[in-house]
DNA sequence: CCCACAATAT
DNA sequence: TATATTGTGG
């Protein structure tokens, strides 16, 4: 790591150790960064840079931690040179469960628990919305493990996606092969609206017999494809809510557009990517 | 502890 | 409806 402030990340106070460096840092009010791009749209669109969402203070605190965990893990487990997905943070329903606590607790109420360290964990988090996105990296990654290896934990880690819980993957996990299980068969077959689910080849291994129409569509209507952004708690005049989809950059582009598995047969994830961000929310 | 899966819960 | 949580069994 670069050296600099002798500062040993992981050795063990992590968590603590990064809200030390946050410490003497400005807030993020201050620095704008979070609800605003760094680069003008045009410009970006000039020298074909993807922009990047805005990110508010929780993606940053969870940032932390994930970073710092995976370092541990790196760390730990030097095994096998598996590849992993650039970073990426999921959308989530931060907003509504914030705006419900912000509800009534703006008003003056704050007497009870006066200011509790905010313990980093523990924090309910909001709903994972998989976007289709996130959907596709998860696809992705489980096609190249095999079934065998494609087991909760794994998949997370190989996701890579800043938030992302082994709960919240054995949940779609389960979901997804139930999917499959009824998708066994009719599987080439009128590339309707592309499933979530089904868009993606199945892995290796599934594939047979016909029956039952499957339900479960899950697809982004043709035209406007759900955004992992979501409004941030801010109050600067950065409306930040929707992104528009507008021809330039659609939001696939986030991390990778790629025609097809790029590291199903080749492998090319390992190069840089965006920091695709957005508010893996959680407070 | 992790995983799969079904049944609930939200 | 989608996702989360819980309970059981391996």
Redesign the pocket.
Known sequence: MADGDGGSVAANGDTATVKEWLLGLPSDEELTPLSQSLIPPGLAAAFGIKLEPPRSMSDVQRASQDFVESLRRQISSSSSAIKVFPSFAPATEEDESAAKEAEESDSAFRAENSNDEISARAQ??P????TPQLHKRFVDVITHLGIKN?????IMQLMNVEGLT???V??????Y??YLKRMQGIPIEAPSSSDHFASSPAPPGIQETRQIPVP???APPPGMIPMPVIGMTHHHGAPVAMVPLNSAHHPYAAFGDRPKDSWTGGNNFASMAPYYHVSPGYK
């Open positions: 309910k988090r709903r994972l919305a998989w494609a087991v909760p934990k794994t082994r709960e919240n054995a949940s779609h996990l389960q979901k092969r139930q479960m569509p899950y």
